[in-house]
């Protein structure tokens, strides 16, 4: 079946505007996830979905960013007011089991460009 | 706070090697630890967990809680073990990530 998929793969945005990045989870995975990986630097934590509860957003890094999963499926990232800081690749990932995460199966990311 | 660190960046070993990746967690409590890695041109990908106490692709990892470590170990290096390996701890609904160490293994 197929993986978790991202979209765009590329997203080149001057500083000031606001971007949507989407992530389509693998069907009947109850959690998702989302990661922000900078130049250089592990993965960052930003948010956590399980299945219909609230979402865990406290590793979001400012309120610019948010997120929504609809219908416990596809999730969008949301950043408004884009920095260059923001510039980065946008990991999502999804898994069967969300109270332990027994695998997270990862999608090709995003990357995201501020100019 | 939850911190996992992994102090090399950078791992270059010959292939029949032995191999360890080091990974050290500061946690209170009883961790839950895992091991990612990233091919070249590929998807992060689980590679084990510490609760299963598995062997992958030859890699064992042992959690040791005097010294707060979960370091990844290979006997015997083979070339197309080297990727990006990532060290993560999970605690309340959140990932921990450690910045990742490259291994790369010569001929």
């Known amino acids: 079946g197929a993986g978790v998929s991202q979209s765009p793969s590329n997203k080149v945005t001057e500083k000031g505007k606001d971007v949507e990045l989407r992530c389509d989870p693998i069907s009947g995975h109850t959690a998702l996830y989302w990661y922000r990986q900078s130049l250089g630097q592990g993965l960052e934590f930003l948010i956590y979905f399980q299945g219909n509860s609230a979402p865990d957003k406290s590793g979001l890094p400012s309120d610019r960013f948010s997120a929504e999963r609809t219908g416990g499926s596809v999730s969008t990232l949301t950043i408004q007011r884009t920095q260059q800081e923001d510039s980065a690749v946008y990991l999502c990932?999804?898994?069967?089991?969300?109270?332990?995460?027994?695998?997270?199966?990862f999608g090709p990311g995003t990357r995201l460009t501020v100019t | 706070a939850q911190r996992v660190t992994q102090p090399e960046k950078l791992l270059s070993v010959f292939k029949g090697a032995p191999v360890e990746l080091k990974c050290n967690y500061s946690y209170s409590g009883s961790p839950e630890l895992f091991w990612y890695v990233q091919y070249s041109r590929q998807r992060l990908q689980l590679l084990l967990r510490h609760i299963s106490r598995e062997s992958i692709k030859g890699f064992t990892a042992d959690l040791n809680k005097g010294e707060t470590s979960f370091h990844l170990k290979k006997p015997f290096a083979q070339e197309e073990d080297s990727a990006m390996y990532y060290c993560a701890l999970w605690n309340f609904n959140k990932f921990y990530f450690g910045s990742g160490t490259k291994l790369n293994v010569k001929p």
């Open positions: 990932a999804s898994s069967s089991s969300g109270s332990v995460p027994y695998e997270q199966y």
